[in-house]
Every structure is written in C-alpha cells, then in structure tokens.
C-alpha cells in the first residue's frame, strides 16, 4: 500500500485540525481509531463513536500500519 493508495483515505492539512492526519472528509484524527483499538474497543464500536468514518478508510488505515510494521520487521531483520 503506497501513499497514493491511501488519497480519499486519510488526509492532512494546516486549516483542519492544525494538520493532524484525520480521516478524509472528516475531523476525526487517525489517532482516534488507534487509541480506540488500544483500549480495547473493536473497528465496529469505533465506527460507532465516528459514523462520519467508513469501514473501508479505517480497515486501509488499519491494514497500512500492518504493512507498515512488516516492512520494519523485515529491515530490522536484514541488519
């Protein structure tokens, strides 16, 4: 998943929440889907709390950061 994968997914810019990577088309910040899964809460209540995100921006966010941590994995592992 590159960046281009995740344009109408998430976005950031200066005049909406100062910058803060929020979920395209809305206000709600990444960090929030994050913080709800750490606390134990499931894509599904998130969803919930944030009826303005769709299942399909929070399953790429999610399935990003997956992607993200293998590709660290795997260039931890190669040094």
Known sequence: MTT??????VHADPEIMGGTPVFAGT??????LVDALEGGET?????E???SVKR???????????????????DAHSH
């Open 43 to 47: 894509i599904e209540d998130f969803l």
């Open 49 to 51: 709390a944030f009826p």
């Open 56 to 74: 399909s921006q929070a399953v790429a966010v999610i399935e990003a950061g997956q992607l993200k941590l293998i590709e660290a994995a795997g």
């Open 27 to 32: 206000r709600v910040p990444l960090q929030n």
């Open 4 to 9: 281009e994968d995740l344009k109408g997914v």
